[in-house]
């Protein structure tokens, strides 16, 4: 019988204040990430919040998961000043799921015989990366408040209701998380969602917004050293119609001077339909790190170090105060 796993999430309940700066926060970050790494060698972490590592199989080395995560608790008090709530579970979801309902400083375990129970009587609305405006239509157009409402419905009503989110919630519903910490499985994204307001068709305007998304994805993937290799298009216009499209990137990158001229004809196609749009979002998926080559290509050192320098700017005086001109 297969051991079962031991993820476990370590939620901070306060973001950094306003104050802080990025530099300052990605310190933090790796300091917490470098402590982590003493008990697992897979450790994740997402916008300081949230952090996940791997315990399976540590019990002889450090002891019992519940009690090494409580020293790591008591531990962290000095980066984190709020209480730091954590959760154990056999997968990334449960994990995330246990701890946002667990008491304050304090672990909570949900074994797998416990699971059933446990989703059963989760809101809806703790589950992750699920769009805010989803959950309010699962509640208002379906009155769903529960998980275990939310198994009512089959995978293809599911997908055809939501194309973005429809997997993710059936495979939430049912406790299943789509991967587990750096394995085979494992599909890491980065996701972003502009609001067209007021809801226009106009070409020019649509296509700078759909530019200032991409910036920004690109600016938070050279934050994280990692390039993507597809994406995932989405575009919901005015009358309700939603339209996704997904590719592979031909050549990686994360530099938006390299991935708009691969991206734009996908949203071009788009603006063909001249009806007014009301949502874009653009999701980077197949991440994988930056290779730390040199170039000998002059032309193309020189994108770099501008980009790095307009990511200092932006990491300083606020991520909208520059941008490319007529990008």
Same mark, same amino acid.
């Given at each position: ?178 991967? +587990?910490?750096? !394995? /085979?499985? *494992? $599909?890491?994204?980065? %996701?972003?969602?502009? @609001? ?100 000998? +290509?002059?032309? !193309? /050192?020189? *994108? $770099?170090?501008?980009? %790095?320098?307009?990511? @200092? ?15």
């Amino acid at each position: 019988m297969a051991a079962v796993k031991k993820i476990v999430c370590l939620y901070t309940a306060a973001q950094y204040q306003p104050q802080t700066s990025s530099f300052a926060a990605a310190k933090q970050d790796n300091a917490v990430v470098n402590f982590l790494r003493f008990y697992s060698p897979q450790v994740e972490y997402i916008s300081g919040r949230y952090y996940y590592f791997d315990l399976s199989g540590t019990a002889r080395l450090f002891g019992p998961a519940g009690s090494v995560v409580q020293n790591i608790i008591n531990a962290l008090h000095k980066f984190f000043p709020s209480h730091i709530r954590a959760g154990i579970a056999r997968n990334k979801l449960l994990s995330f799921l246990a701890a946002r309902s667990s008491q304050p400083g304090r672990v909570k375990k949900i074994l797998p015989a416990e699971e059933t129970n446990f989703l059963e009587k989760t809101l809806i609305g703790e589950l992750p990366v699920i769009s805010r405006e989803n959950i309010k239509r699962l509640k208002n157009d379906f009155n769903i408040t529960y998980l275990k409402e939310l198994q009512l419905l089959d995978r293809s009503l599911l997908h055809s209701l939501f194309p973005l989110d429809g997997e993710l919630l059936y495979n939430f519903a049912r406790g299943n998380s789509q991967a +587990f910490l750096y !394995e /085979q499985g *494992e $599909q890491p994204f980065v %996701r972003q969602t502009v @609001r067209v307001i007021p809801f226009s068709n106009d070409n020019f305007y649509l296509e700078r917004l759909f530019s200032r998304l991409l910036t920004e994805l690109c600016f938070r993937l050279r934050c994280r050293k990692l390039q993507p290799a597809g994406f995932v298009l989405c575009v919901v216009y005015a009358d309700a119609y939603t339209r996704t499209i997904s590719r592979s990137i031909a050549k990686p990158s994360c530099y938006e001077q390299k991935l708009k001229p691969q991206l734009r004809p996908f949203f071009r196609s788009f603006l063909q339909r001249r009806t007014a749009f009301k949502k874009i979002n653009l999701c980077f998926n197949s991440l994988q790190h930056m290779p730390a080559q040199l170039t000998f +290509f002059t032309e !193309e /050192q020189q *994108e $770099q170090k501008l980009c %790095r320098a307009l990511d @200092r700017i932006r990491c300083r005086f606020g991520r909208k105060k520059i941008t490319y001109a007529g990008f």
